[in-house]
T-cell receptor
Framework: QQQVKQSPQSLIVQKGGISIINCAYE??????FPWYQQFPGKGPALLIA?????SEKKEGRFTISFNKSAKQFSLHIMDSQPGDSATYFC????????????FGKGTTLSVSS | DSGVTQTPKHLITATGQRVTLRCSPR?????VYWYQQSLDQGLQFLIQ???????AKGNILERFSAQQFPDLHSELNLSSLELGDSALYFC?????????FGPGTRLTVT
C-alpha cells in the first residue's frame, strides 16, 4: 500500500520555466511534509518542508503548496535552471521524536538549456 | 555536506556473506534512521534508533539488524546476503523532524 503517491515520474522543463511536482497522501495523521532533492551518487538533501497549519511556504525559487482537504501537496520550482536537474522526492511523516519518512517514488526533472 | 558520514562508500560482496555498514550522525543528533534505496522499491525506511534504543522498525528483513552505540554512531548489519539486497543504503540523523541524509553506501551482491 503506497501511502504517498508522486507524479509525474519524469518531467522536462525549459530553462526559465516552472517545474511542478505533485504528491498525494492517504494517512491524515501525517503532519510534516518535506521535499528532498537528490543528485546522482549523492544522498537526498532536504530542500523545503511544510506543516499543515499553513497552505504555502516559499524559500527562494522553491514553493510548497499544501491542500489539507484534498490531502495533496506540490513543489513549484520557479525560473528552473539546468542545475535543478535532479530527482525530487516528496515525503510525509508524523511529527514526534523520531518518526520515519514515507517517501514518494520520485520525479526525475530535466531542465533543458 | 549534511554532516552525516557513512562508510564504506562502496561494498562488493558475494551471496551468503555478511557486511556491516557504519554511520556517524550530525553532532548533537540523537536519532539515526536507516533507509534502503532500490530502483523498484524507491526509498524505504528500515529502522530507527534514538539515543541507543530501537525506536521504530519498518520494512527490515530478519537477516538485517542494527544498533546504536554510546557515542551515537550506528551500524547496520546485513547477513546471508542475496542478490536482491544490492541497493543504496542511507542513514539519516535528526534532532526533531528534519532528517539529514548521509552520502550512502552502495552495496553490490554478486
Amino acid at each position: 500500500q503506497q501511502q504517498v503517491k508522486q507524479s509525474p515520474q519524469s518531467l522536462i522543463v525549459q530553462k526559465g520555466g516552472i517545474s511542478i511536482i505533485n504528491c498525494a497522501y492517504e494517512n491524515t495523521a501525517f503532519d510534516y511534509f518535506p521535499w528532498y532533492q537528490q543528485f546522482p551518487g549523492k544522498g537526498p538533501a532536504l530542500l523545503i518542508a511544510i506543516r499543515p497549519d499553513v497552505s504555502e511556504k516559499k524559500e527562494g525559487r522553491f514553493t510548497i503548496s499544501f491542500n489539507k482537504s484534498a490531502k495533496q501537496f506540490s513543489l513549484h520550482i520557479m525560473d528552473s535552471q539546468p542545475g535543478d536537474s535532479a530527482t525530487y522526492f516528496c515525503a510525509a511523516s508524523k511529527v514526534q521524536a523520531g518518526t520515519a519518512l514515507i517517501f514518494g517514488k520520485g520525479t526525475t526533472l530535466s531542465v533543458s538549456s | 555536506d549534511s554532516g552525516v558520514t557513512q562508510t564504506p562508500k562502496h561494498l562488493i560482496t558475494a551471496t551468503g556473506q555478511r557486511v556491516t555498514l557504519r554511520c556517524s550522525p550530525r553532532s548533537g543528533d540523537l536519532s539515526v534512521y536507516w533507509y534502503q534505496q532500490s530502483l523498484d522499491q524507491g526509498l524505504q525506511f528500515l529502522i530507527q534508533y534514538y539515543n541507543g534504543e530501537e525506536r521504530a522498525k519498518g520494512n527490515i528483513l530478519e537477516r538485517f539488524s542494527a544498533q546504536q552505540f554510546p557515542d551515537l554512531h550506528s551500524e547496520l548489519n546485513l547477513s546471508s546476503l542475496e542478490l536482491g539486497d544490492s541497493a543504496l543504503y542511507f542513514c539519516a540523523s535528526s534532532v526533531e523532524e528534519e532528517q539529514y541524509f548521509g552520502p550512502g553506501t552502495r552495496l553490490t551482491v554478486t
